[in-house]
């Protein structure tokens, strides 16, 4: 069965601090992972990772994919108040509709 | 980016109406498009997957007669709960998948909260 596993569930830190959020999967026929951050309303885009080794970046977000040991790291550095959210990773697997498969996302408090 | 609107965003009703939620892909066209309900502190459960033009796919457990589905256009799908009762209560998103890049971009959301 396709599964998806983050960890940690949720994490508090300090303004300023860095982060590092985990993804790991099994899924036949991989097709990508991606990062979703998801506020008071439906979840935004972060980043689709398709490659291992590949980091992809934006501001103070980044991450990566590991394909031969199944996980993907989400990094945040600096973080401020603004990056409270709960951050989720879903993988699109064997299916060709494209259909995600969701973890159960972290909950990301960063307090002042 | 791609932008996926929905509507409406809140919707109160009594026991037994029925529902309709829009979800359209503003500037790309999507073939597929997907149903999520979500509830407090929990992740993205799909309800069903949306092909344009064919009969929506359901997830194991999701009731097809209860939970229309409809996917008329390249841009629009819309989802009616029928005979609402107080346990549909929940947080529906849409998402829809942009065919030339593989990702998929969610709507905003609607609550939906039945009396």
């Known amino acids: 069965e396709d599964k998806v596993v983050q960890s940690p569930l949720s994490l508090v830190v300090h303004e300023g601090d860095t982060v590092t959020l985990n993804c790991s999967y099994e899924?036949?026929?991989?097709?990508?992972l991606l990062w979703y951050k998801q506020e008071k309303k439906a979840p935004t885009f972060l980043f689709m990772l398709t490659s291992s080794g590949i980091e992809k970046k934006s501001g103070r977000l980044s991450s990566i994919l590991d394909k031969k040991e199944l996980f993907s790291i989400l990094n945040i550095t600096a973080t401020q108040t603004g990056d409270s959210a709960i951050y989720l990773c879903a993988v699109s697997g064997s299916s060709n509709t494209g259909k995600l498969i969701f973890g159960q996302g972290t909950t990301l408090q960063v307090k002042p | 980016g791609a932008v996926v609107s929905q509507h409406p965003s809140r919707v109160i009703c009594k026991s037994g109406t029925s529902v309709k939620i829009e979800c359209r892909s503003l500037?790309?066209?999507?073939?597929?498009m997907f149903w999520y309900r979500q509830f407090p502190k929990q992740s993205l459960m799909l309800m069903a997957t949306s092909n344009e033009g064919s009969k929506a796919t359901y997830e194991q457990g999701v009731e097809k007669d209860k939970f229309l589905i409809n996917h008329a256009s390249l841009t629009l799908s819309t989802l009616t709960v029928t005979s609402a009762h107080p346990e549909d209560s929940s947080f529906y998103i849409c998402?829809?998948?942009?065919?030339?890049?593989?990702?998929?971009?969610f709507g905003p959301g609607t609550r939906l909260t039945v009396l």
């Open positions: 998402s829809a998948r942009d065919g030339g890049t593989d990702t998929q971009y």
């Open positions: 899924v036949t026929n991989f097709r990508s």
């Open positions: 500037d790309f066209q999507a073939t597929t």
